[in-house]
């Protein structure tokens, strides 16, 4: 039967329910507002790794505040049930959206697939990889806003010990080849998912489905898909292109991030627009298009764009010409395609001659991103920018670039301890600084913390106090932050267990046996203060129960 109070919430109805969990419509008694609430069932909440798994689910919500992506509000737990309460989203689920309608018009999926990439690109930049990313998981807001939710089976970076270990999780239509492989997801991961969300929206089905879960893994990883452009033809070829791309087998084939990812989604409808709005001009005459409206779309960092248009737009009227039966017969023309011919050379001419980068254009538009957050942006000044330089001219570029270089590395290195993963054994450490980041990256990975802890202070010590290092320092602070975390939440498993432990034994009259316990809480956490609370108790009781003295003035111990 429905509980009809959950912590402070009043429950008024059921909205959901999965594999995971229940969830309630529910009224906060003080405050009034209006939330979602989740439970953990009962059956699930007597198995440690349930409770681990919805507490993960937590854990990532409060790493992640984006418009795009539910907001948590408390969590708690009521007697023996595991709850949180978050963002009440009125609307429907994709998967309700898709069941009503079947398909969804191309322009509003660019729109709903770029706000799934602002959500899965604030996630990626807190450490969480979702993993498990379908139409189910995504909410649409009555005002069009898209919310990700669902965060049950992420991957947080920094509690590596809960996903660790091997065994596939996520949903088998949406699931990239890796995870159907067992292996660890990454954001490659998501982007493959998200582009499956992107499939099945245009066409009304998945890239595969199959008879059985495991025949549908098996297609993920070894079998091709029909395109999206084959099974609805009126989609743009670019946004067919941009969801294949997404779908490739090879993780480093997709799209390297969500947020290039959106880039690319959001060229789109100016793609088409420019296809639409040159095509009539391009039958009358054979001038190249406008060259400022070329060069505003080939902008340094916007990547295919510029390069690719030309050819991009002889494909759209072509595809025009074969929806337009004038069209059609203005191709029968030998001088209109004499006269595209021109238009193609010209423009390619134009773009290789004109607008190619002079290596001093390359280094200033690689120290503007590297002016950026770290992470994406300073891969790509290295990838686009830097390396090209060295391996064009290493003489005159080398004393420009390296120093930005081993700031990327160094940036890279220091999240390799989030990620242990980057620093496989058999590979050889780059720097000394490389080599102490390895050596805690594997003690924490193997529990030892306290060590973890130890190595990455030393390390923070010997780093000199200037701006190269400064990535670096605030990246060892924040791993100390998240080990001290973990060590407390172990600690506070340990304490929880032996109070309970001293509370039974009290209980029972067995006093000599809990004042063990209590003496044992006092002398190994009395520095600590996590346990401020657990010692003081039991300083107290042992305070008020003294060990009784023999007749000659001696304890009885």
Same mark, same amino acid.
């Given at each position: 039967m429905q509980a009809q109070r959950i912590g402070p919430y009043e429950i008024e109805r059921q909205i959901g329910a999965g594999g995971m969990g229940t969830v309630y419509l529910g009224r906060h008694a003080g405050t009034g507002l209006v939330a979602a609430v989740k439970v953990l069932p009962t059956m699930l909440a007597r198995e440690p790794g349930f409770v681990a798994r919805f507490s993960r689910e937590i854990d990532a919500l409060k790493k992640l505040s984006h418009p795009n992506v539910v907001e948590l509000y408390d969590s708690g737990v009521d007697g023996e049930t595991y709850y949180y309460s978050m963002e009440y989203v009125e609307g429907d689920t994709l998967t309700e959206r898709l069941k009503r309608d079947k398909r969804i018009p191309w322009r509003e999926t660019i729109d709903i697939g770029v706000q799934i990439c602002a959500a899965l690109k604030a996630a990626h930049n807190a450490g969480v990889i979702h993993r498990d990313l379908k139409p189910s998981n995504l909410l649409?807001?009555?005002?069009?806003?898209?919310? #990700?939710?669902?965060?049950?089976?992420?991957?947080?970076?920094?509690?590596?010990? #809960?996903?660790?270990?091997?065994?596939?999780?996520?949903?088998?239509?949406?699931?990239?080849?890796?995870?159907?492989?067992?292996?660890?997801?990454?954001?490659?991961?998501?982007?493959?998912?998200?582009?499956?969300?992107?499939?099945?929206?245009?066409?009304?089905?998945?890239?595969?489905?199959?008879?059985?879960?495991?025949?549908?893994?098996?297609?993920?990883?070894?079998?091709?898909?029909?395109?999206?452009?084959?099974?609805?033809?009126?989609?743009?070829?670019?946004?067919?292109?941009?969801?294949?791309?997404?779908?490739?087998?090879?993780?480093?084939?997709?799209?390297?991030?969500?947020?290039?990812?959106?880039?690319?989604?959001?060229?789109?409808?100016?793609?088409?627009?420019?296809?639409?709005?040159?095509?009539?001009?391009?039958?009358?005459?054979?001038?190249?298009?406008?060259?400022?409206?070329?060069?505003?779309?080939?902008?340094?960092?916007?990547?295919?764009?510029?390069?690719?248009?030309?050819?991009?737009?002889?494909?759209?009227?072509?595809?025009?010409?074969?929806?337009?039966?004038?069209?059609?017969?203005?191709?029968?023309?030998?001088?209109?395609?004499?006269?595209?011919?021109?238009?193609?050379?010209?423009?390619?001419?134009?773009?290789?001659?004109?607008?190619?980068?002079?290596?001093?254009?390359?280094?200033?538009?690689?120290?503007?991103?590297?002016?950026?957050?770290?992470?994406?942006?300073?891969?790509?000044?290295?990838?686009?920018?830097?390396?090209?330089?060295?391996?064009?001219?290493?003489?005159?570029?080398?004393?420009?670039?390296?120093?930005?270089?081993?700031?990327?590395?160094?940036?890279?290195?220091?999240?390799?301890?989030?990620?242990?993963?980057?620093?496989?054994?058999?590979?050889?450490?780059?720097?000394?600084?490389?080599?102490?980041?390895?050596?805690?990256?594997?003690?924490?990975?193997?529990?030892e913390l306290s060590r973890a802890a130890q190595t990455l202070r030393s390390l923070k010590v010997l780093l000199p106090e200037t701006n190269a290092y400064k990535e670096g320092r605030d990246s060892i602070n924040e791993m100390l932050d998240e080990i001290n975390h973990e060590r407390s939440a172990n600690e506070r498993k340990i304490l929880t267990d032996a109070g309970e432990r001293a509370h039974k034994l009290m209980d029972s009259g067995r006093d000599d046996d809990a004042r063990y316990i209590w003496q044992s809480i006092v002398d190994l956490y009395d520095t600590d203060p996590h346990a401020a609370e657990m010692v003081a108790e039991g300083r107290k009781w042992l305070e008020e129960h003294p060990l009784a003295a023999d007749p000659e003035g001696n304890n009885q111990e």
């Open positions: 649409l807001a009555k005002d069009g806003v898209v919310k #990700l939710t669902d965060f049950g089976v992420a991957q947080l970076f920094a509690s590596g010990k #809960l996903t660790a270990t091997g065994g596939v999780i996520g949903t088998a239509e949406y699931m990239s080849p890796e995870q159907a492989e067992g292996k660890r997801a990454t954001k490659h991961s998501d982007v493959y998912s998200l582009g499956a969300v992107l499939y099945v929206m245009l066409t009304g089905r998945p890239p595969f489905t199959g008879k059985t879960t495991n025949e549908v893994m098996h297609k993920q990883r070894t079998h091709r898909f029909d395109s999206p452009g084959m099974v609805v033809p009126e989609i743009p070829y670019w946004l067919d292109e941009v969801v294949c791309k997404c779908l490739e087998k090879k993780p480093e084939l997709r799209y390297p991030d969500a947020y290039v990812l959106s880039l690319r989604l959001q060229e789109i409808p100016k793609k088409v627009a420019l296809a639409s709005s040159n095509a009539t001009a391009t039958f009358e005459a054979s001038a190249p298009p406008d060259a400022e409206t070329l060069a505003a779309d080939a902008a340094p960092g916007q990547g295919e764009v510029g390069g690719t248009l030309m050819r991009d737009l002889m494909r759209a009227q072509l595809e025009q010409s074969q929806a337009t039966g004038n069209v059609r017969r203005v191709f029968d023309s030998v001088w209109v395609l004499v006269g595209l011919l021109v238009l193609l050379i010209a423009g390619g001419v134009w773009w290789f001659e004109v607008r190619q980068l002079t290596p001093e254009e390359m280094f200033a538009a690689g120290e503007d991103l590297m002016r950026k957050k770290p992470g994406m942006a300073w891969e790509q000044a290295r990838d686009d920018y830097f390396l090209p330089l060295l391996e064009t001219d290493p003489e005159s570029w080398k004393p420009q670039v390296d120093g930005y270089l081993e700031r990327i590395s160094l940036y890279e290195s220091f999240q390799g301890v989030r990620r242990p993963s980057l620093h496989p054994f058999g590979t050889q450490p780059h720097s000394e600084i490389d080599r102490f980041l390895r050596r805690a990256a594997r003690e924490r990975e193997v529990g």
